[in-house]
């Protein structure tokens, strides 16, 4: 049985991979991707020690740190479920493997949201994507449009007018709600085209995207276009356990010492109700995460 199982492969869970590792406890890992979140930004400057730095590049350094000590990883994998078992907790994959451990480390941060408008799911993969930062480049010389208003949305258009010949920035809300450091950034580009009060209303196309119905304050709109990139957000990954107390928008909660209202389980990281949603502050979190969950196992041994 293992002492701690780490759900996730973001900042957060990786330090606190790092600070279990150097506690000696038994542990793993089991994660979709080492990243997360972070491998999305296209650049970073507010992470100490980095005055500039790209989200793939941070990440790479984050792995390499990592890959120093020697435990289970189970990269590619999926928690399904995790459930107490008497003092343990069973944590049951998709495949179906199950592992037993006796904390657990929750760190399984959001996904994105979705617009839930038609086209979307049909085009997919074919001009519809959730992550400037991964299909961007497919996109070089094109026309696209970035839905949202906050600071995905905003990292996401000062990528894409790069590389992109326009971009539509398609924004339901009044005025631009992410930092105004970049928002600044995007009013000075004489690539973006900023539309405020603008919702999407349909994704159209044949095999690939080739337009976007949106509804503007004046009038209805298409916009010819090869690529959308739907940035309104994120959903916690929360749904994988039932015995911790969530807030209203899905978030485990915890106190300040990453301790969840069910003993044995820690959470760190966008899946917590931390309300900055930060990579330092998740690295912060899941070093104090790991250092909770070694003082436990400690009291459960006396």
């Not at 049985?1 to 957060?12: K, N, S, T, W």
């Not at 500039?52 to 479920?81: A, T």
């Not at 069973?90 to 592992?99: M, R």
């Not at 389980?265 to 502050?281: E, L, M």
Request: a neutral charge.
């Amino acid at each position: 049985m293992l002492d701690l199982l780490i759900v996730g492969g973001g900042p957060a869970a990786i330090t606190a991979s790092v600070y279990a590792a150097r506690k000696k406890i038994s542990f793993a890992i089991a994660a979709k991707e080492i990243g997360g979140q972070a491998a999305w930004s296209g650049s970073i400057e507010n992470y100490l020690g980095f005055q500039l730095i790209s989200g793939p590049d941070l990440v790479k350094k984050f792995s390499d740190h990592l890959n120093q000590y020697k435990f289970d990883l189970r990269e590619g994998v999926e928690v399904q479920r995790i459930e107490k078992e008497g003092a343990s907790f069973q944590s049951t994959l998709v495949s179906g493997e199950k592992l037993l451990s006796r904390t657990v480390l929750i760190a399984s941060g959001k996904r994105p949201k979705e617009l839930n408008v038609p086209g979307e799911k049909e085009f997919l993969g074919r001009g519809v994507a959730y992550c400037a930062t991964c299909d961007g480049p497919l996109f070089a010389g094109k026309d696209v449009a970035i839905i949202g208003g906050g600071n995905s949305a905003l990292d996401a258009a000062i990528q894409m007018e790069k590389i992109a010949e326009k971009v539509y920035l398609v924004n339901i809300a009044p005025d631009l709600t992410g930092d105004q450091v970049l928002a600044d950034k995007i009013k000075r580009s004489g690539k973006v085209e900023i539309m405020n009060n603008s919702r999407v209303v349909e994704i159209l196309g044949d095999q690939f995207v080739r337009s976007l119905k949106v509804a503007a304050a004046e009038e209805a709109k298409e916009l010819k276009v090869a690529g959308i990139f739907i940035e309104i957000g994120l959903v916690p990954n929360s749904g994988l356990i039932d015995c911790v107390k969530k807030n209203d928008h899905g978030e485990i909660m915890i106190n300040c010492a990453a301790e969840t209202s069910c003993p044995g389980v820690f959470a760190a990281g966008d899946v917590s109700d931390v309300p900055a949603k930060q990579i330092i502050i998740a690295a912060g979190d899941g070093a104090k995460a790991a250092l909770s969950a070694f003082s436990y196992l400690n009291h459960l041994a006396i």
